[in-house]
């Protein structure tokens, strides 16, 4: 797996599916705690795109997957995560002799995705999932329905039969059934930032996906009526399971490929 080293030091590891087009390639961010497989690959994304004829890079945000995983919350936060995939979006146009991307977000990926879109010019259309109005209203992922603290001490626990609200439960089920350095992912949720995302700026086509059972996407016509150009689509399922709804998918494929 190939990997770049961002300029505090850490490995990010990515992974490219599919060749080279005349369509622009589509890069992806997955969430918290998941990684390129299992927010990508696994639930057919990938191969939805590239059957389009799309190639697509995907890759390990810094304490995930194959990446690097300090323990030092220092180390992480949405900021730096933009900034990772602003050096992955140097590499592929490079690599691809092309000017510009498509960039797909979900959840934590998403508010990446937010702050590197109202910052780069490269990204031509940006899909999102995941989030609705705590982007605008918190800057960030919605903190009110799981607060950075709960998420840390649900991840430290040394017996997850101990932690009794349903999100934090959840995080720490998903992070034992991929095997996650949970230390890495708290510090991760430490880290977690409060940032004034101009949404404003991002004047490109973008798309808000949000499941309808999603307590993080509360209200994401909030979001959606924050970017000039942005329409929403919501999808049956909660924050782990609408991104396995073959809508999800299709609904990505089909906003990327329209002119």
Do not use: C
């Amino acid at each position: 797996m190939p990997k770049f080293t961002t300029v505090d030091g850490i490995e990010i590891a990515y992974q490219t599916w599919g060749a080279t087009s005349p369509l622009p390639a589509v890069l992806l961010h997955h969430g918290f705690i998941a990684n390129a497989d299992i927010n990508w690959v696994r639930p057919g994304i990938v191969e939805a795109l590239t059957h389009a004829g799309r190639q697509v890079v995907a890759l390990d945000a810094r304490g995930h997957g194959a990446s690097g995983k300090p323990h030092d919350p220092a180390f992480y936060g949405e900021d730096k995560m933009a900034r990772d995939l602003t050096q992955l979006i140097d590499l592929v146009v490079g690599a691809a002799g092309q000017s510009i991307v498509d960039l797909v977000g979900y959840s934590m990926g998403a508010i990446v995705s937010l702050i590197t879109a109202s910052r780069d010019n490269r990204i031509r259309r940006l899909v999102v999932g995941g989030v609705g109005a705590g982007v605008v209203e918190q800057g960030g992922l919605d903190t009110r329905a799981a607060a950075a603290g709960l998420l840390v001490s649900a991840l430290q626990a040394p017996d997850p039969g101990t932690i009794t609200q349903s999100i934090p439960r959840a995080f720490r089920a998903l992070a034992d059934a991929v095997g996650a350095d949970r230390e890495a992912m708290a510090a991760v949720a430490a880290a977690r930032q409060r940032l004034t995302i101009p949404v404003g700026r991002i004047t490109v086509p973008a798309l808000v996906i949000a499941g309808e059972s999603d307590p993080l996407a509360v209200r994401p016509e909030v979001l959606a009526d924050a970017i000039p150009s942005a329409r929403l689509l919501r999808l049956p399922g909660d924050h782990l399971s609408v991104v396995r709804d073959p809508s999800f998918a299709s609904a990505i494929v089909e906003f990327l490929g329209s002119q």
